[in-house]
C-alpha cells in the first residue's frame, strides 16, 4: 500500500495539471467569446426555413453578428392559450447579437423603423442557411405579419427569402395561366387570323384584298414607266413649252398696248381739264367767243395734233 500512495499523487498531478491547461486554453482562445456582451432579439417568419438550425450564423451585409439560438413555433411559445385552429404558427427564430445591449438594444427599434428586416438566406452552393439583416427600405408587398402576443425580446420583421419569392411568383403565374378560358383565347385567335387572311387574299364579294390591290399598283406603275419612257411624252412636252413661250409674247404685247392707251386717257383728261378752267374763269367766252380749236385724239403712236 505504501508503494502505491506516491503513484496516486503522481496521477492527481497530472491530473490536475492537464484541468488547468485545458482552462488556460478556452481562456486564451475563447477569451473573446467568454467576455463579450451580447443581447437576444426575435423574428417571426411565416414561410418555410428548412436548413435553418441552432448555431446558424447571423450577418449584417456578410458580416458575423451574432447566432441563432432557437428555432421554433410562436404557437408553442405564446400562443398555448390559443386553439389550435386560431393560431398564427410562425416560425420565430431567436438570435443572440453581439454587442452592448446598454447601447444597441435600445437601439433595434429605432432600426426596425428604418426598415431593418431578416431574411433567410443561403451560403453558397453548401445549402446551410443563416439569418442575414439589411435595410431593404419601404417594401409595401411585405408588410410586418401581425402578432396579439408580447414579445419577450426585441422584434425584427423578416421578408421572404429569395427562393419563396421565386416559388411565390412562379404560383402566381400558374394561377394566372390557369384562369384564362384557353378555348375562349383560342376561338379570338382562329377570328383574328380569318380576318387577316380575309384583308389579304380579299372576301371575293367586292372586295379585292391587299394582295390584289398591290398587283394592280404594280401594274399601274409599269404603265407609267412605259409613258414617261415613250416618244409622246417627250413631243407633248415640248409643244407645251411651245405654247408657253406664245402666252409669254402675248402677254407682254397686250402689256404695251395697255401704257399706250393710259398715256392717250392722260392727255385727253389733261386737255378737258384746261377746258374747264377756261370756262369757269370765262363762261360767256364758250358762246360769244371762237370755237375752241378742235382736240384730235391721239394716235397709237403716241403723237397728239390740234387743229384750227
Not at 484541468?19 to 463579450?36: E, N, R, Y
Amino acid at each position: 500500500m505504501s508503494n502505491s500512495n506516491p503513484n496516486y499523487f503522481r496521477l492527481g498531478l497530472f491530473v490536475l495539471a492537464a484541468i488547468g491547461a485545458l482552462i488556460a486554453l478556452i481562456l486564451v482562445f475563447g477569451s473573446g467569446q467568454i467576455f463579450q456582451k451580447t443581447f437576444e432579439v426575435e423574428t417571426y417568419i411565416k414561410q418555410s426555413v428548412t436548413g435553418l438550425d441552432n448555431g446558424a450564423s447571423v450577418r449584417f451585409r456578410g458580416v458575423k453578428v451574432g447566432q441563432v439560438i432557437s428555432v421554433g413555433l410562436t404557437g408553442d411559445i405564446y400562443e398555448k392559450n390559443v386553439p389550435l385552429t386560431e393560431r398564427k404558427s410562425y416560425v420565430i427564430v431567436r438570435m443572440l447579437i453581439n454587442g452592448d445591449p446598454k447601447q444597441l438594444l435600445g437601439d433595434v427599434n429605432g432600426f426596425v423603423t428604418t426598415h431593418l428586416r431578416a431574411k433567410v438566406r443561403t451560403m453558397g452552393i453548401t445549402g446551410v442557411n443563416y439569418i442575414e439583416l439589411d435595410y431593404e427600405g419601404r417594401n409595401t408587398d411585405y408588410p410586418a405579419l401581425t402578432y396579439a402576443w408580447k414579445p419577450e425580446y426585441p422584434v425584427i420583421p423578416s421578408l421572404p427569402s429569395p427562393a419563396d419569392e421565386i416559388f411565390s411568383g412562379l404560383q402566381k403565374v400558374v394561377s394566372n395561366l390557369s384562369a384564362l378560358n384557353l378555348t375562349e383565347t383560342q376561338q379570338k385567335f382562329d377570328s383574328l387570323v380569318n380576318n387577316l387572311n380575309t384583308v389579304l387574299a380579299g372576301s371575293g364579294k367586292g372586295n379585292q384584298g391587299i394582295a390584289q390591290s398591290v398587283q394592280e399598283l404594280n401594274t399601274l406603275l409599269a404603265k407609267m414607266n412605259g409613258v414617261t419612257s415613250n416618244a409622246e411624252l417627250e413631243l407633248l412636252t415640248q409643244e407645251l413649252v411651245a405654247s408657253s413661250v406664245v402666252l409669254r409674247q402675248m402677254l407682254s404685247s397686250a402689256q404695251g398696248d395697255t401704257a399706250v392707251t393710259i398715256e392717250n386717257l392722260k392727255q385727253a383728261s389733261e386737255q378737258l381739264n384746261d377746258l374747264m378752267r377756261i370756262a369757269s374763269r370765262s363762261p360767256s367766252s364758250l358762246i360769244w367767243g371762237e370755237p375752241p380749236a378742235r382736240i384730235q385724239l391721239p394716235t397709237n403712236t403716241g403723237t397728239t395734233g390740234v387743229q384750227k
